[in-house]
């Protein structure tokens, strides 16, 4: 006869624990992708304006601003994370 240790969870109460708390992680995770990508679109506005005030012309201002609110891309944040490198850190050449 084997005794049951407390050191073993029991897999219904895991599967169970797993079920709930995964859709609130991809909840969260997805309100602070909201959150930091209004952010960076708040930012890129105030860069425009900065840019423009310092005498930039308006078209340029506006193509910087542009490339630097959209840099925040959920496709390549995740690229990033999968791959274990920060997503904008190039990848080496393979043909050494």
């Known amino acids: 006869m ?5 050191e073993r969870a029991d897999p219904p109460k895991v599967v169970a624990a ?10 969260k995770s997805g309100a602070a992708y909201l959150r ?7 930012s890129a506005d105030r ?7 310092s005498g930039m012309p308006p078209a ?6 542009e490339s630097f ?6 496709t390549r944040l995740m690229r990033g994370l ?8 190039p990848r080496e050449p393979s043909g050494k």
């Open 18 to 27: 797993i079920i709930w708390n995964v859709p609130v992680l991809v909840l």
């Open 60 to 65: 340029r201002a506006r193509q910087l601003s």
């Open 82 to 89: 999968g791959s274990g490198r920060a997503p904008d850190c």
């Open 36 to 42: 930091m990508k209004d952010r960076a679109r708040d």
């Open 47 to 53: 860069f425009r304006t900065s840019l423009e005030s």
């Open 69 to 74: 609110g959209t840099d925040l891309s959920i």
């Open 2 to 6: 084997r005794k049951m240790t407390t």
